[in-house]
């Protein structure tokens, strides 16, 4: 109990370090903390996938057109359901920074397709019937305090031109990490109508197809039959189950991921240093103190148990402090940062407090190392004698 | 001292030497010294500075070893210990008193008194109990939950000897325990451990070169270039 007491009194006796050495971590549990929200926004998607949903698209690139003629051969294939497809419709609001994740999809598919998809069905019919309408995430709604009824002018990146949409509905997704919430989605038909006077060259085009797969059939073979189909021609295709498809996604940007990895590592050694000053410092101004305990008759190990714990009561405080923050960061990150630009909904999970608690524990445990190590070793006649 | 040692030892060196090595040179602080202590002595060694008086005491504390020779106290050997077994040695035998009080100033001066008994099984009423009893004892029982800034010196080194006092030892070491204090705080300790001496037959082995300190023991012995003045 004595020694308890002991070990919360020296964690607090120096205010102003601790508020500092607590600060410290805590932006760095702030920053690990965004780092794995960013990493697990990534994965996401995968953990997420469909089974039933296959992706096909071209080939040789995500981002060469397969031609809007497929759909039938597609959909005659067997153990096909449901063939959907779809664009990227990249717009931007007021200007450049304003932009957010924007799609045109076949309409009469669409719902079919992502189940996903949570809406009231007023608003749902309101939005088949107006091919000139637009359907909006929740989160892109509340980002520029659009509702339904709204005229949104955007400027067309992927589609030239101005374009005036109403809002005819705010959808909430059952899978944010595969339908996000802070997306826009028009008619195919009406953005590939408007490609006729803008980009003829571009018209009856398409980006990817989702051909839905039925119950119980064999997933392998129908993705076999796609590409068979389109083998040798112009346009061959690569089809992929959904979970595959991102993951490759996610695999295509492994450098980055990977990097995102180490700067996470990098920056709980920089906890570590952080800590490994302020409690160096603090045994070194203490040791006159320790070799008196030592004196009366303590151990080493009581001695390690009192740094020990003093570094991981600052720890596990900067932990604390630091996921305290990462709440409203996070939020704010997802509008500032991401601004709805991904598919990813920015949630804290428990994973990341986890982590984010282990990686602290971890950091309070190496930045005791060295001191207790030092301690361990320093004779009685050593602490009395050491001039702080 | 001889005839009193040959019943009841409490402290016995035997042609302890302690030499240091400074800039290669050997330094010898104790030269073959032999002596014992009785048990219930209150004995002072005195000598200038440099004399190895610190040093003896600490060889006797089992908190330094010496180079050759034989440190018994308590019936135990000591110059063969090892440093975690000397500081459980220490836990049930020694109750040393520093110059500068090193008391823990993020501790009450019970919970400094306290500190030893963490070491022991008492329970927390018996650990209580004993710490009241030594505050009494050095007269500071109304002076409980004061930190040692709120103390005076000489309050802060009654502390000090209920801190050692407490876990009731075998024997008492004090080195220079009145070097801070004014002569009325020094006077105050120097009855504190003569009291201990007499009321509760304490061994005091205290370290001082003060004089009027010394003349508080029962027994003075000089310590001059690490050789022991003995008795005519």
Redesign the interface.
């Known amino acids: 109990m004595t020694l308890l007491r002991l070990m919360l009194r020296n964690t607090v006796r120096r205010p102003v370090r601790l508020a500092l050495t607590i600060g410290g971590l805590a932006m760095v549990v702030l920053a690990f903390g965004l780092l794995r929200l960013t990493l697990d926004e990534w994965h996401s998607g995968v953990k997420a996938a469909a089974n039933n949903r296959l992706i096909t698209v071209h080939a040789m690139s995500d981002s060469l057109q397969l031609p809007l003629a497929y759909k039938e051969r597609m959909a005659v294939i067997p153990g096909v359901q449901l063939v959907h497809y779809g664009n990227v419709f990249g717009v931007e609001y007021r200007d450049a920074k304003e932009s957010f994740g924007a799609f045109a999809e076949h309409m009469g598919t669409f719902f079919e397709t992502y189940p996903e998809i949570l809406l009231n069905e007023s608003d749902r019919l309101a939005f088949l019937k107006d091919r000139g309408g637009c359907l909006i995430g929740w989160k892109l709604a509340a980002r520029f305090g659009w509702k339904v009824g709204d005229v949104i002018p955007l400027k067309g990146t992927t589609h030239a031109g101005n374009w005036e949409l109403v809002v005819r509905g705010i959808f909430h997704s059952s899978n944010p990490a595969i339908m996000g919430e802070g997306e826009l989605y028009v008619h195919w038909q009406f953005a590939n109508e408007r490609l006729k006077t803008t980009a003829p060259d571009r018209i009856d085009q398409v980006g990817w197809y989702v051909a839905t797969t039925a119950p119980g059939v064999n997933t392998r073979t129908v993705v076999a039959a796609i590409d068979a189909t389109f083998a040798n021609s112009f346009a061959e295709t690569r089809t992929e189950r959904e979970q595959a498809y991102i993951a490759g996604w996610v695999a295509r940007a492994g450098a980055l991921l990977e990097a995102l990895d180490w700067l996470s590592g990098v920056m709980n050694g920089i906890a570590a240093l952080v800590l490994v000053n302020a409690l160096a410092m603090a045994v070194r101004e203490r040791t006159r103190e320790y070799g008196v305990m030592k004196t009366l008759g303590f151990q080493p190990r009581h001695l390690v148990t009192l740094v020990l714990g003093e570094s991981l009561l600052v720890a596990l405080g900067g932990a604390l402090v630091g996921l305290g923050l990462l709440y409203p960061a996070a939020r704010l990150y997802a509008v500032m940062v991401a601004g709805g630009k991904t598919v990813g909904a920015y949630e804290i999970t428990a994973e990341t407090i986890w982590l984010c608690l282990g990686a602290m524990v971890l950091v309070g445990l190496l930045a005791a190392l060295w001191p207790a190590v030092r301690l361990s070793r320093m004779t009685t006649l050593e602490g009395l004698r050491h001039r702080g | 001292m001889s005839d009193a040692a040959m019943v009841d030892p409490v402290v016995s060196l035997h042609n302890v030497t302690k030499t240091y090595s400074r800039g290669g040179t050997e330094v010898s602080v104790i030269r073959e010294l032999s002596f014992v202590i009785p048990a219930g002595t209150f004995l002072a060694i005195m000598g200038p500075s440099g004399s190895g008086k610190s040093t003896l005491l600490?060889v006797m504390?089992g908190?330094?070893r010496p180079t050759s020779g034989s440190v018994v106290v308590a019936g135990t050997r000591l110059d063969h210990m090892s440093?975690?077994a000397?500081?459980?040695w220490?836990?049930?035998h020694i109750g040393?008193v520093?110059q500068t009080y090193?008391l823990?100033p993020?501790?009450t001066a019970a919970?400094n008194v306290?500190?030893?008994?963490?070491?022991t099984h008492l329970t927390?009423r018996e650990r209580a109990d004993h710490v009241k009893t030594a505050l009494r004892l050095v007269g500071l029982a109304d002076r409980m939950d004061h930190y040692p800034r709120q103390l005076s010196g000489g309050q802060e080194q009654r502390v000090g000897v209920a801190?050692a006092i407490v876990s009731d030892p075998t024997m008492i070491l004090a080195d220079e325990p009145t070097g801070n204090l004014d002569r009325e705080s020094a006077d105050d300790i120097l009855t504190l451990l003569a009291r201990l001496n007499r009321e509760l037959g304490k061994t005091i082995v205290m370290v001082t070169h003060d004089p009027r300190a010394a003349e508080r023991a029962q027994m003075i012995r000089h310590l001059e270039k690490g050789l022991l003045e003995m008795p005519p």
């Open positions: 600490n504390a908190i330094d440093e975690g000397m500081a459980r220490r836990a049930r040393y520093f090193n823990i993020v501790l919970e306290e500190l030893p008994l963490a070491l927390r801190r």
